[in-house]
């Protein structure tokens, strides 16, 4: 089997990986919009022959999870090349694209994999696993072809809502891999070795709502479902009640999980404008009762809070995002400092930490590393034995 990563060997996000079995049938591990790129054009598609033209021998691209830095230059494939996802991977992306997500788009040949259940296409087999990762329903895959088998990590991490996945997996891994594809996100950004827990964050949350006298507004990812969990949790215990941007609610019900919040329940509302429906909740009720609500962020309920002179010193904003993300927010992070909120972070990465990395590589014990999605792939000869350091678009082989 040739391994090819196209991007990703030395940066984070675009990820793109090629595999060619002996008989020259291929498959693609992810095809991600670079996290720097201004547009998504079709210019930044990787060098792999067919990805845009009929009849090549591209046998099908395995999305990982739906973060567009793993799926969005999908949007200029051939319409023809099969794509293998997950369903709750393309009700994401459909929910996205109805709400004019940037970059949003639809798979039109989607074929859907489950949890370790394995499918083939060409003369690949496929085992996807479910990780613990800041994306809903995200996997890493077992790949097997001429008899050798590869490990594809994709993102996971350890310290989630779902942690027993990583549990699990520690427990019972694949066994004889020849070649490790494993992510190192976390390595070179700070020093931690071990991250914090969305049940930490959810006691940091609840002590913010609970000493807050006025309203408590957040910045998060709306596809953050771990995180959003976190926050409910955090409002039950408080007595707060969650009010989310209709985006969101669509995005959790689209998923059929009866364990995720939504507007259906006592405590979740829809940030409106006008009463109409009661599962509403408009700026005049959070203005009347301030200290009863947690309110979601997006621009529109962002602006409508600050024209209405919402945002004050009995105010709490929380940022719960990536710090590489704030530049985005300077000006409503501005605005709520010259407003006197008290203002605080309340994070952890979506990523694996080092200790996360180590316990993964050493229950797989593969043959060989090769590090994929990370600024540093040098630091991973400082922590594994059997590293092999590629670059993009060089081909090797197991």
Known sequence: MQICIKRGSDQIGGTAIELKSRNGQRIILDLGLPLDAEQNTVRLLPDIAGLNTSGGDIEGIIISHA?????????????????????????????SCQHHIPNSFV??????????????????KITPYLVDHSAYDAYSFLIQADGKRLFYSGDFRSHGRKSKLFDSFINNPPEAVDLLLMEGSCLGRDQSTDYETETSLEDKFLAVFRKTS???????????????????????????????????????????????PGFTWADVRKFALEKKKGHETTPQELSC?????????????????????????????????????????????????????????IHTSGHADITALKKFAEALSPARIVPVHTFFPLKFK???????????????EI
């Open 107 to 124: 798979f039109n040949n989607v074929r859907f994999f489950h949890n370790r259940r394995f499918f083939t296409t060409g003369s690949f």
């Open 214 to 260: 006025g309203l408590c507004i957040i910045q998060v990812s709306s596809q953050n479902i771990d995180r959003i969990v976190t926050i409910y949790r955090a409002c039950k215990k408080s007595g707060r009640t969650l009010v989310m941007p209709s985006y969101n609610g669509h995005l959790l019900w689209s998923l059929n999980n009866p364990s995720l």
């Open 67 to 95: 973060h567009q830095d793993h799926y969005a230059l999908g949007c200029h494939i051939h319409k023809d090349i099969p794509v293998y996802l997950s369903e709750a991977m393309l009700r994401i992306m459909e929910v």
């Open 382 to 396: 400082e922590l594994f034995k059997n590293v092999e350091l590629r670059s993009d678009n060089e081909t090797f």
């Open 289 to 345: 009762y301030p200290g009863k609500y947690v309110v979601l962020l997006n621009k529109f309920i962002f602006d409508t809070l600050r024209n209405q002179s919402m945002i004050n010193e009995q105010s709490c904003f929380i940022y719960s995002m990536w710090n590489g993300y704030k530049e985005l927010y300077r000006d409503r992070i501005e605005y709520i400092i010259s407003r006197q909120a008290f203002m605080t972070d």
